[in-house]
C-alpha cells in the first residue's frame, strides 16, 4: 500500500508559479510511474502529466505543454509538478497518483490504470 500526499497549492495570480509535491510513503514507490490529474470545478478529472519510474519519459497533456514540468526524487520519495505561467484556467484540485506497475516504463493517461491516489490541493489562479 502506498499513501500519497500532496502540497504546495494556493493561490497564485496569472502568469505566476507553483511548485506542487507529492510525498509517498513506501519502500515501493521508485519502481512506480507517477502521474499528476486535475479536476476544475464543474468538470470531469483530467490527465496533466506522467513519468516513468527513473525519471527517463515524461508525457504532458498539450495544454501544459511548455509550461509544466514533472519531476521526481526517489531518494526523497516525492514526485513534483512546476508549474509556470499559470493562467486562470489551469485553477483546479491537482491530484497525484501511482503507478504500481513495477519498473514499467509505459505512461498513462487514463485515470483508471493508476492505483493509489492523494486526497488532492487547491491550485487557484487569479486573473
Known amino acids: 500500500q502506498v499513501q500519497l500526499v500532496e502540497s504546495g497549492g ?3 495570480q496569472a502568469g505566476g508559479s507553483v511548485r506542487l509535491s507529492c510525498a509517498a510513503s513506501g ?8 502521474g499528476w490529474f486535475r479536476q476544475a470545478p ?5 490527465f496533466v502529466a506522467a513519468i ?4 527517463s519519459s515524461t508525457h504532458y ?31 483546479a484540485v491537482y491530484y497525484c497518483a501511482a503507478d504500481r506497475r513495477s519498473y514499467s516504463n509505459r505512461l498513462y493517461y487514463i485515470q483508471d490504470k493508476y492505483d493509489y491516489w492523494g486526497q488532492g490541493t487547491q491550485v487557484t489562479v487569479s486573473s
Open 52 to 55: 516513468t519510474w527513473s525519471g
Open 61 to 91: 497533456v498539450d495544454s501544459v505543454k511548455g509550461r509544466f514540468t514533472i519531476s521526481r526524487d526517489n531518494v526523497k520519495n516525492t514526485v513534483y509538478l512546476q508549474m509556470n505561467s499559470l493562467r486562470p484556467e489551469d485553477t
Open 42 to 46: 464543474g468538470k470531469e478529472r483530467e
Open 10 to 12: 494556493g493561490l497564485v
Open 27 to 34: 519502500r515501493t514507490f521508485s519502481s512506480y510511474a507517477m
